[in-house]
């Protein structure tokens, strides 16, 4: 944690003394690697103490487990941010075990079933949904930062909303299946902005790292039910659906792009969203 720049033999993006909180660090069980998971991994990798949160306490394990194969620092909580409490008791267990909070990403994000031949979802999954993209990020950023806000020296905090370019950019169409997802991410983007206001002075950042679609196994899942591609299309699909320029990318470049935001290196940026999509929002 030293912001001394201008030293020829500095460690750069260095996170040792930093505590992570990586909210969704598990993944969904399969193959790929996701974003939450590659994120805590690449942290704990470059010095910090990583605290792995998921609804899923098995797949924080798991992502833990990895960790300290590598001789990293991390434990895990579980948690599921739908529900305000839990979100508080992420932050008060990291203040506990580890005394403060320097990092946060929010990469959470559900598809609630809905039925695609007749264009419906209950208001039910559909409240789950926002509630879990959306109205949980709220509740983490506001912990996340009065934690941060505590923290001494010229090194704050810095909080990463994972947002996704479905949020700009949405060939679905007026379609319920994708509304929790894209009006939440709306809503993500929306959130890092209102934080990186309120809490500049304090030194924190909030910036908005927008994926464009990734190789995850939640990325190959829900477009098997949002669009109907079969897992062997996916890739040409999404290249003719989504007019992707570079195809798709890996997690653990997720996490790299979020090893500088989380960084000091990236101490004057904050409030950005920045995309992380091969091109596929550009509209040349
Ligand atoms: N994969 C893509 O193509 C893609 C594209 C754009 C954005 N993203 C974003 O990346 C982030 C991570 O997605 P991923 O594809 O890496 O999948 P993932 O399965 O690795 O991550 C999602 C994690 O969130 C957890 N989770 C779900 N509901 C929860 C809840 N209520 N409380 C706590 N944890 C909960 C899951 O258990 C899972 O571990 C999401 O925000 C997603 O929108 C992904």
């Not at 007019?243 to 653990?252: T, V």
């Amino acid at each position: 944690m030293s912001t001394d720049f201008e030293r020829s033999d500095r460690t750069v993006f260095d996170l040792t003394g930093k505590v992570v909180v990586v909210v969704g660090g598990g993944q969904m069980p399969g193959p790929k690697i996701g974003n939450g998971r590659a994120t805590a991994i690449v942290a704990a990798r470059h010095g910090a103490e990583v605290v792995v949160v998921d609804r899923n306490l098995a797949a924080a394990q798991e992502t833990v487990d990895m960790i300290t194969a590598e001789k990293g620092n991390a434990y895990a909580v579980q948690a599921d941010v739908a529900d305000k409490d839990d979100c508080q008791r992420i932050f008060d267990t990291a203040m506990q075990n580890s005394g403060r909070v320097d990092g946060m990403v929010y990469s959470v994000a559900i598809n609630p079933p809905f039925d695609r031949v007749n264009n419906s979802m209950s208001a039910d999954d559909f409240n789950h949904g926002i509630n879990v993209n959306m109205l949980g990020c709220y509740y983490c950023n506001l912990f996340a930062a009065q934690c941060m806000e505590k923290n001494e020296g010229g090194s704050t905090g810095s909080i990463i909303n994972i947002s996704s370019i479905a949020s700009i950019k949405n060939e679905v169409g007026l379609n319920i299946g994708i509304m929790p997802y894209a009006l939440g991410k709306c809503g993500l983007n929306y959130i890092t902005e209102l934080t990186a206001a309120q809490f500049a002075a304090a030194g924190i950042r909030a910036n908005t790292l927008m994926l464009g679609p990734i190789d995850s196994t939640l990325g190959n899942t829900d477009s098997q039910s949002l669009f109907g591609f079969e897992p062997d299309e996916v890739d040409e699909a999404y290249a003719e659906v989504v007019k992707l320029k570079m195809g798709r990318a890996s997690a653990w470049e997720t996490g790299y792009a979020a090893l500088y935001l989380l960084a000091d290196e990236s101490r004057f940026m904050t409030g950005q969203q920045i995309r992380l999509d091969g091109g596929a929002t550009l509209v040349r």
